[in-house]
């Protein structure tokens, strides 16, 4: 009987020193190592994301351009889908040069059936407004929606406001008769 009482003795002060640390205050709140990656989303009408094959979005700040791929629909299981933000150019007012190019921007890796938002990783994006271009092409090569505006990143807070932001992100909306708008 003696043997199963130091045992008993030694589990309950620990039981009772893990369940003092385990608690939380009511109002404390933790955050996690969850981030955000910083760049800009764009969100397509249906009606156009359905007629492009080929969109590229150019954010520039700071007298430097970059040119990112986007992909707005999801690949259907025949289809081979396009890398998800390759690096396609960076340029400098008179000057270009091909960071990483994307292996596959044939029109079939852009066709599928579920309309996406299209999101382009910039890293380092700023708080301060910035230039963006939003080129469309058609399986032709055509171009169906060129244009341009200025928006203003934000950082987001993928754990609350009392926690430090991930990346700043931007939103774009284009509409079906190709309005291209901030938001």
């Known amino acids: 009987m003696r043997r199963r009482n130091v045992g008993l003795a030694l589990c309950l002060p620990a039981l ?16 996690t190592l969850m981030d955000a990656p910083a760049g800009i989303r764009v969100k397509t009408a249906p009606e156009l994301a359905g007629k492009v094959a080929d969109a590229a979005l150019t954010a520039c700040w700071d007298g430097v351009c970059r040119k990112r791929a986007l992909r707005l629909r999801e690949t259907g299981p025949e289809e081979t889908a396009s890398p998800g933000d390759p690096v396609l150019t960076t340029e400098s007012p008179g000057k ?3 960071a990483a190019a994307s292996p596959d921007t044939t029109p079939s890796a852009a066709r599928g059936r579920f309309v996406l938002p299209g999101f382009a990783r910039l890293p380092g994006l700023p708080g301060k407004p ?6 469309f092409k058609d399986s032709r090569g055509a171009t169906v929606l060129d244009r341009q505006t200025r928006v203003t990143p934000k950082p987001i807070y ?19 008769k190709g309005a291209l708008l901030a938001r």
Do not use: F
Request: aromatic share 0%.
């Open 96 to 98: 270009s040069a091909t």
């Open 130 to 135: 910035i230039r963006v271009s939003l080129v």
């Open 16 to 31: 009772a020193l893990l369940t003092a640390c385990g608690g939380s205050a009511g109002d404390t709140h933790r955050c």
């Open 158 to 176: 993928p754990n609350g406001r009392d926690c430090s932001p991930g990346g700043r992100q931007a939103r774009l909306t284009v509409t079906g």
